[in-house]
Structure formats: structure tokens, C-alpha cells
């Protein structure tokens, strides 16, 4: 069976953040960071429930990486509150935080009705808001417990590109790398559709138009919208495309070697397109015949995107290799066996148009190094 699912109600533009006032609630519970707090974006969202006359609380206590332990102490404060509305304002972190309060919080409450989640992302990568993935870490075991429900997509998505207008040029490159990896893996999916291509193309697109831009000049409102649009359609589509191995081999190198996730995918996507250019070649040069590039065959135009997505990173200071991300060699390769078996074990790997071996990941690690 071949599926596409899209819940979320996707608001953006000028008063985008005004939606908030006509939302049926009657106690909203604001999830977000102390930095939101710091410069002043809560307050906005703040001041549109003061407007609607929705009380609220604000739980600011998300940490990069949220732990299971920020959860449960979120979710107490929510059922306390017997809130019925969840705004998750932030990165990826707030966001992913928020679906756990309000899965665990639903959970262990007696009321029937699911609280309405609301998600305002703030930077411009994850596609949080729009996909039914949360993950969050027991610090005490050292372990991620990846969620994946249905249940878990925000009702609503607000995308505001004032929000995103300060972030710094280094994070504006490394996520919106962190966007063009999603959508090349969600087109080139062993789950992809025609539904999940045209949003993922989509995004590609907008990618090169207006990721150089973002990263030159903050202040180009039109470059910072089209990458939130860029960000919300990759999550549409990987939502129901799955992803493919860089983002198994960016999990491994961030949960071994704490490399950022967009920075991860940025220098292994090159090297990932050329892994499987016996399996996705046609897709490869789709994507370049899109873009415009030298695509008069496969091999030319798988050639011409990888040669793109390189001159990306240079252009905007990204590795292209393992080696330059600030890893040591003799512990790379003392990881290699346990990279490549958890590369394997990795689901995103799943959708993986090429189906590898141990020793091919063992081999693709060492191209990419
Ligand atoms: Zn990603």
C-alpha cells in the first residue's frame, strides 16, 4: 500500500503567529527553552494568548537533547494545569520535547481528549512540526528512546521567519544542509512517492535558491520564509518517505563523536550519493536535471549534484570529508565496526535505496573519511 499522511494546519506569513488567538482553548502550556525566554520570543507568543484570553504557563526548562527526566517533570506540570493546549516554540529540541509532554501527560491523564499541539519551529531544519518523530535521552542509562506515533504530529505549524531572522550564519548552514539531506534522502527513499517527490523536489530547490542567501545576508526575509517552507515540506515528505544511510551514519557520528546533526549530514551526503549510484542513479539526475545542472546522463548528473552539494559546503565553510570535522583518526577507526553495525541497526537506513553489507559501510566510512 502506498500512503501519504499530512495532519498538520500550516500557517505562515505576516500574521501567521495571530492563528493563536482563535484557537479553541482554555489553558495553553507554552514549551520552549530559557533563550526564547531571554530574547523575547515567548513573550510574542505570550502576548497572543493574553490577547485571546487563553491562561498559560511557560515551561522553559528544555536542554539540547531533552532528557526523559524534563519530560516527566513537563508533563506533571501540564496534567496540573489541565491544559488542553501544548505551543512548542524552539529548535528541534522544544518541539520534540513538547510531543513527548503531551503524549506521556495524555497518557497518564483521565481526560479523553488529546491536548491540540501547536509547534512554532525557530530555526529552519528539522521539520519537527510537521513529522511524528520525538526523541528523548534517559541520561541515566545513556540511551535515546526514539518515538514514532501518529499521534505525535502537531495539529498546527506556525512558520514565522521572524523567528529565524537571528540565527547566526554558521547554524543557518548547518541546518539548512540538515533540510537539503532530508529531502534528497525522502526523493531517493525505497519508500518515496509520488506525493513524498513532489514535496521533497521541492524543497532541493528552494535549497540552492535560498540557503546562499540565508547564510549571506540574515536580514533577507524572503530567503529566511522560503527555508522555512523548505524545512516544513522535507518533513512532509520524509515523514512518509523515511530517510536514508547519511542520516544512520550522522546518527552514529553525533552519538560517538558529538558532531551536530546538519554538519554531520552536510559532509556525508556526497559521499552517500555516490554510495548508491547503482540503485538511485535516475533519481540523482532527476535531481540535477531540476536544478539545471549537466545531466545528459546518469553518471554526468549524479556527477554535477555531488559536485554542487560540494561547492555548497565550501561556499559556506562545511567539510566535505570525516577528517576535517574535528575527529581523531586512530579512534575513528578503532569505531569503525561498532559505526558501521550501528549504521546497519539505524532506521533511517531502512530507507536506504541501496541495501548494504557491514563491510560496504565499513568501505563508504572509509571513502568519506
Ligand atoms: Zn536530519
Given at each position: 500500500m502506498t500512503h501519504f499522511y499530512g495532519k498538520t494546519k500550516i500557517c505562515y506569513g505576516e500574521d501567521a503567529l495571530a492563528n493563536i488567538e482563535d484557537l479553541p482553548a482554555k489553558q495553553a502550556f507554552i514549551v520552549t527553552d530559557p533563550f526564547m525566554v531571554k530574547i523575547g520570543f515567548a513573550d510574542r507568543v505570550k502576548s497572543h494568548l493574553d490577547r485571546a484570553g487563553i491562561p498559560h504557563?511557560?515551561?522553559?526548562?528544555?536542554?539540547?537533547?531533552?532528557?526523559?527526566?524534563?519530560?516527566?517533570?513537563?508533563?506533571?506540570?501540564?496534567?496540573?494545569?489541565h491544559a488542553d493546549l501544548i505551543i512548542a516554540l524552539g529548535g528541534g529540541s522544544p518541539i520534540d520535547?513538547?510531543?513527548?509532554?503531551?503524549?506521556?501527560?495524555?497518557?497518564?491523564?483521565?481526560?479523553?481528549?488529546?491536548?491540540?499541539?501547536?509547534?512554532?519551529?525557530?530555526t529552519s531544519g528539522t521539520?519537527?512540526?510537521?513529522?511524528?518523530?520525538?526523541?528523548?535521552?534517559?541520561?541515566?542509562?545513556?540511551?535515546?528512546?526514539?518515538?514514532?506515533?501518529?499521534?505525535?504530529?502537531?495539529?498546527?505549524?506556525?512558520?514565522?521567519?521572524?523567528?529565524?531572522?537571528?540565527?547566526?550564519?554558521?547554524?543557518?548552514?548547518?541546518?539548512?544542509?540538515?533540510?537539503?539531506?532530508?529531502?534528497?534522502?525522502?526523493?531517493?527513499?525505497?519508500?518515496?512517492?509520488?506525493?513524498?517527490?513532489?514535496?521533497?523536489?521541492?524543497?532541493?530547490?528552494?535549497?540552492?535558491?535560498?540557503l546562499p542567501r540565508a547564510y549571506a545576508n540574515g536580514d533577507d526575509m524572503e530567503a529566511r520564509t522560503q527555508m522555512l517552507l523548505a524545512s516544513c515540506m522535507a518533513g512532509m515528505a520524509f515523514n512518509n518517505s523515511g530517510l536514508g544511510i547519511t542520516h544512520g551514519v550522522a546518527h552514529s557520528l553525533g552519538g560517538i563523536f558529538h558532531v551536530p546533526h546538519g554538519l554531520a549530514n552536510a559532509s556525508m551526503l556526497s559521499h552517500a550519493i555516490r554510495f548508491n549510484i547503482f540503485d538511485a542513479g535516475i533519481r540523482y539526475q532527476e535531481?540535477?536535471?531540476?536544478?539545471?545542472?549537466?545531466?545528459?546522463?546518469?553518471?554526468e548528473g549524479t556527477e554535477s549534484l555531488i559536485q554542487a552539494i560540494r561547492d555548497m559546503n565550501d561556499s559556506m565553510g562545511i567539510p566535505n570529508?570525516?577528517?576535517?570535522?574535528?575527529?581523531?583518526?586512530?579512534?575513528?577507526?578503532?569505531?569503525?565496526?561498532?559505526?558501521?553495525?550501528?549504521?546497519?541497526?539505524d532506521i533511517c537506513t531502512g530507507g536506504n535505496p541501496r541495501q548494504p553489507s557491514h563491510g560496504d559501510v565499513k568501505l563508504l566510512l572509509e571513502e568519506a573519511w
Open positions: 504557563r511557560t515551561f522553559d526548562a528544555v536542554e539540547p537533547d531533552p532528557s526523559l527526566e524534563t519530560v516527566m517533570k513537563g508533563a506533571k506540570l501540564f496534567m496540573q494545569d520535547a513538547a510531543k513527548a509532554i503531551g503524549h506521556f501527560g495524555h497518557k497518564a491523564s483521565e481526560n479523553p481528549v488529546k491536548p491540540m499541539l501547536v509547534a512554532i519551529p525557530t521539520g519537527s512540526e510537521v513529522t511524528a518523530i520525538s526523541v528523548v535521552t534517559d541520561k541515566v542509562n545513556e540511551v535515546k528512546i526514539p518515538l514514532n506515533d501518529d499521534d505525535l504530529i502537531p495539529d498546527m505549524a506556525i512558520l514565522d521567519a521572524r523567528f529565524t531572522r537571528s540565527l547566526p550564519p554558521h547554524v543557518t548552514a548547518a541546518t539548512g544542509m540538515d533540510v537539503l539531506t532530508h529531502a534528497i534522502e525522502a526523493y531517493t527513499s525505497r519508500q518515496a512517492n509520488a506525493f513524498t517527490s513532489i514535496y521533497a523536489l521541492h524543497a532541493i530547490k528552494c535549497v540552492f535558491e535560498f535531481i540535477a536535471q531540476a536544478l539545471g545542472l549537466a545531466a545528459t546522463k546518469v553518471e570529508r570525516i577528517r576535517d570535522l574535528k575527529i581523531d583518526e586512530s579512534v575513528f577507526r578503532e569505531q569503525m565496526d561498532t559505526m558501521a553495525s550501528n549504521v546497519l541497526e
